[in-house]
């Protein structure tokens, strides 16, 4: 930061242009960079209540019926400023499933590049799995029906996300695995399958569960801390020899 070098003058009687200069140089190095500061959080904390609205909005209804309007209602703020953050709706849309899809496989490669036997990494996949849709249990609506809506967009959506690494990286370790003798031969690819849908599966039936079974969203989310051991324990099972 540039330092102006101010000379005291004891005798010189200080007139409203040495005031003025004073002034400038004080709010050029002291008053601008903290303006600057505070104006750059505002605008991120501004941007994130912004795509915490829209995630709301489209989760419960959709792309196609969610308005601008809606979200700028939901943010509590004017649309003018919605514009300035995001020019469309799309736009706002592909920002936050980006996001979400990420958060649904964001621990899935770490888990796999650790040394754990593949029984624990099985379990592992399975814990981080369910703790996040225990987190954000709206996520799997979210991208099922973002897929059933543009499935030709499918390809490019999953270009930002580690998706398909994660499935190579599985497969290549479950035949591993198969081929030292350590689990019965199976198809790694049936295998992927099962373990997304035992876990998946009562997020999306969820209202469906809750009024068959009759318990309450409390009681469902301990279920669902139970189920974590009963799915590992369920996949890992169906390795043995």
Known sequence: MHRAKLQVYPNKIWNH??????????????????????????????????????????????????????????????????HYYFRSKGKMFDVIFQENLKSFYANFLEILSTDLPIRDKIRSLVYSEIDTLLERPELPLFILNEIARNPDNLDEMLQHVEVHSFFKVFVQQMKAEIAAGNIRPVDPRQFIMSLMATCIFPFIAKPMLNKVMGISETEFKKVMLARKEVVSELLIASLEK
């Open 17 to 82: 242009r040495n005031c003025s200069f004073i002034f400038a140089v004080l709010f050029n190095n002291i008053v601008k960079p903290m303006s600057k500061k505070i104006t750059e959080v505002k605008d991120q904390n501004t941007e994130q209540l912004i795509l915490s609205a829209a995630r709301s909005v489209f989760t419960k209804k959709g792309f196609a019926a969610a308005r601008m309007d809606d979200i700028a209602q939901e943010a509590g703020i004017n649309r003018a400023l919605l």
